[in-house]
């Protein structure tokens, strides 16, 4: 899934911090065992952005837009025309 790929290179990176099964970002444990901590990031997506655009600014690659906000509204727009 997306959340576990932004998991796992998050981990990489050294911008998820993994003790034993407990996972936590900027100081904050945000769940035991990763099955968690996935759906931890699809219950929280903006932590999940935050997590992969810091990912990709570590890697050198540009971040992403802010998608999921942009997109609502203009859905909404759209389907009211």
Do not use: C
Not at 42 to 66: C, D, Y
């Amino acid at each position: 899934s997306r959340e576990g790929e932004i998991i796992d290179l998050g981990v990489q990176a050294g911008i998820v911090d993994k003790a034993g099964a407990w996972y936590s970002y900027d100081g904050t444990r945000i769940g035991q065992g990763k099955d968690n901590v996935r759906e931890y990031l699809k219950e929280h997506p903006e932590m999940a952005f935050e997590i992969e655009n810091r990912v990709r600014e570590k890697l050198g690659v540009a971040p992403q837009q802010a998608a999921v906000a942009s997109q609502a509204p203009g859905a909404a727009a759209e389907a009211g025309e």
